[in-house]
């Protein structure tokens, strides 16, 4: 039975040129399943052209928390706010509020649950060191995943710093982030491999994988892109895109665009 690949992409955040390098290197694998794991706009200059290439490209994509907070009628928070949200067309932001907040897919016989940041909502946040009883809850079934049964494993985006963690509950991943990633600067995303729905033959278990892919790219040609234009907020993406360091760490460290 051959294995099948799915491609797991979050945390995009309106970043073009990493995302089509992410793209570009999935397509190379011969992988044609996508799935993002939101937050597909803000932070970055071109989120409507990462939206387009999300709906050209995935074959499902779950809602983020910056979806809710760019592309939903909520009050402007300021400058930058309303700069990324006007970047959008009435239609990128009907698309991005509209898509669900979990998907399941079965691999290997186990259910696999894909969402953002916990299913709680796009909100909850789930840090990779988190508790025991955060742990068992992500695999748990909520009002917000739709009451399905719990989940085998979960991978999910929001923190920008992948990881993998199992436990007896299951499998726990985080993908990372394509366009703003905070341990280092390089892009990450994950590849499931598994066989299709029906594996179990015999009720036996077969071969679950979990691979995470770093994908080098040209960050000054987004940084260019940012400032030509004129995206609020420049100099913290430019110092986060090539430290890879949080922008709230950035004054105690004396970090400074060049």
Same mark, same amino acid.
């Given at each position: 039975?051959?294995?099948?690949?799915?491609? =797991?992409?979050?945390?995009?955040?309106? +970043?073009?040129?990493?995302?089509?390098?992410?793209? &570009?290197?999935? &397509?190379?694998?011969?992988?044609?399943?996508?799935? +993002?794991?939101?937050?597909?706009?803000?932070?970055?200059?071109?989120?409507?052209?990462?939206?387009?290439?999300?709906?050209?490209?995935?074959?499902?994509?779950?809602?983020?928390?910056?979806?809710?907070?760019? &592309? *939903?009628?909520?009050?402007?928070?300021?400058?930058?706010?309303?700069?990324?949200?006007?970047?959008?067309?009435?239609?990128?932001?009907?698309?991005?509020?509209?898509?669900?907040?979990?998907?399941?897919?079965?691999?290997?016989?186990?259910?696999?649950?894909?969402?953002?940041?916990?299913?709680? @909502?796009?909100?909850?946040?789930?840090?990779?060191?988190?508790?025991?009883?955060?742990?068992?809850?992500?695999?748990?079934?909520?009002?917000?995943?739709?009451?399905? $049964?719990?989940?085998?494993?979960?991978?999910?985006?929001?923190?920008?710093?992948?990881? =993998?963690?199992?436990?007896?509950?299951?499998?726990?991943?985080?993908?990372?982030?394509?366009?703003?990633?905070?341990?280092?600067?390089?892009?990450?995303? %994950?590849? =499931?491999?598994?066989?299709?729905?029906?594996?179990?033959?015999?009720?036996?278990? %077969?071969? #679950? *994988?979990?691979? #995470?892919?770093? %994908?080098?790219? @040209?960050?000054?040609?987004?940084?260019?892109? &940012?400032?030509? =234009?004129?995206? $609020?907020?420049?100099?913290?993406?430019?110092?986060?895109?090539?430290?890879?360091?949080?922008?709230?760490?950035?004054?105690?460290?004396?970090?400074?665009?060049?």
């Amino acid at each position: 039975m051959a294995l099948e690949r799915l491609a =797991l992409v979050s945390d995009v955040h309106g +970043n073009l040129t990493a995302y089509e390098a992410v793209l &570009a290197d999935i &397509a190379a694998r011969g992988i044609s399943r996508v799935i +993002n794991l939101g937050d597909v706009v803000g932070k970055g200059p071109r989120g409507s052209a990462c939206t387009a290439l999300t709906r050209e490209r995935c074959e499902a994509t779950v809602r983020g928390n910056w979806e809710v907070f760019v &592309a *939903g009628d909520g009050e402007s928070r300021g400058e930058a706010h309303a700069w990324w949200r006007g970047e959008l067309t009435a239609e990128d932001r009907r698309w991005l509020l509209g898509v669900p907040g979990s998907v399941d897919v079965e691999l290997s016989g186990r259910r696999v649950r894909l969402l953002h940041a916990s299913p709680i @909502d796009e909100f909850t946040r789930v840090h990779r060191d988190h508790s025991a009883e955060q742990f068992a809850m992500m695999f748990e079934p909520t009002p917000f995943t739709g009451e399905l $049964p719990r989940a085998d494993v979960v991978v999910y985006g929001d923190i920008h710093e992948p990881y =993998l963690r199992s436990g007896v509950e299951g499998v726990l991943v985080n993908a990372g982030s394509v366009g703003n990633q905070l341990d280092d600067p390089t892009p990450s995303y %994950v590849i =499931l491999e598994g066989h299709a729905k029906t594996a179990r033959a015999d009720g036996e278990d %077969v071969p #679950f *994988g979990v691979q #995470f892919v770093r %994908v080098p790219y @040209d960050a000054q040609t987004e940084i260019d892109a &940012a400032r030509a =234009l004129c995206m $609020p907020e420049l100099e913290a993406y430019e110092i986060e895109l090539r430290t890879g360091v949080y922008r709230g760490e950035h004054a105690a460290r004396g970090l400074l665009s060049l």
